[in-house]
């Protein structure tokens, strides 16, 4: 992989789409079985965070030399 601006825009993009992709459905889900608006954002929001966090530092360990 290339280390452009690009490139590492491109992936950033990729990054946040799944994230909110995975964020979104892990708070319908909540919400459908809690029937709460807190859990559900918290859900979310917590999916989000960790899948950004995990597909960063995937992408980042891909884009180095030696990997």
């Known amino acids: ?15 946040v789409t799944a994230a909110s992709l995975v964020g979104v459905v892990a708070s319908w889900v909540t919400s459908e079985i809690e029937q709460s608006l807190g859990k559900a954002l918290l859900a979310g929001g917590t999916a ?8 960063i530092v995937t992408f980042n360990f891909m884009a180095r030399g030696d990997a």
């Open 1 to 15: 992989m290339g280390n452009t601006v690009s490139t590492r825009a491109l992936l950033l993009v990729n990054a």
């Open 48 to 55: 989000f965070g960790a899948t950004l966090a995990l597909l």
